[in-house]
């Protein structure tokens, strides 16, 4: 099973994302568009795990969860890539959330989860190889995102089933945050 672990958004928040990403989709000469009902912040990538490791996963995720806290999403961005960009919504910093990673992560780890490679990064990811039309202002868009604040109250174990309409995230565990 292909395994993640993340924040998933309450509707408000993803009307938000919803916006962005059509604002976005209007302006974009080709790219594929996540949805917003699939709109989430990982915390960690798992990649391929046995369903016998499910149970450690979870004891870690019960090991690393904290006092539930606010997160700001706002503004925009995109990570470069030849064929198309990654463009997201950014994270405002969050010390708990910064936290709460770093301890999902040693957690993980002290399970025997290798670590991420890779720094963490939080953001919403709106769509993948992206090109902008020529006509279509970048800038002005990142500028206009403006921002949505949501209650951060429960982490998900979520599987990603790979489709060619897009991935299909289902939530197998929630835990709590107090």
């Known amino acids: 099973m292909r395994l993640f672990i993340a924040v998933n958004f309450p ?3 993803k009307a938000y994302i919803r916006e962005a990403a ?3 989709r209007r302006g ?3 790219g594929r568009f996540a949805g917003p009902e699939s709109a989430h912040l990982t915390l960690a990538f798992l990649g391929d795990v046995a369903p016998s490791r499910i149970k450690d ?3 870690s995720m019960d090991a690393a969860a904290g006092e539930h806290f606010a997160l700001t999403l706002a503004g925009a961005g995109a990570f470069r890539r030849s064929g198309g ?3 997201w919504i950014g994270v405002e910093k969050a010390p708990a959330l910064a936290a709460l990673q770093t301890r999902l992560a040693q957690a993980l780890e002290s399970a025997g989860f290798p670590p ?3 720094a963490f990064r939080p953001h919403v990811t709106l769509a993948r190889r992206v090109v902008l039309r020529p006509d279509f202002d970048g800038e002005a868009f990142r500028r206009s995102v403006g921002s949505a604040v949501c209650a951060v109250d429960e982490i998900a174990l979520m599987r990603s089933d790979l489709r060619p309409e897009g991935p ?3 939530k197998l565990y929630g835990r709590e945050l107090l």
């Open 11 to 13: 509707e408000t928040v």
């Open 168 to 170: 299909l995230y289902t």
């Open 116 to 118: 991420e490679e890779r």
């Open 28 to 30: 974009a000469a080709e």
């Open 85 to 87: 960009d990654i463009w």
């Open 57 to 59: 996963i979870k004891a």
């Open 22 to 24: 059509d604002r976005l």
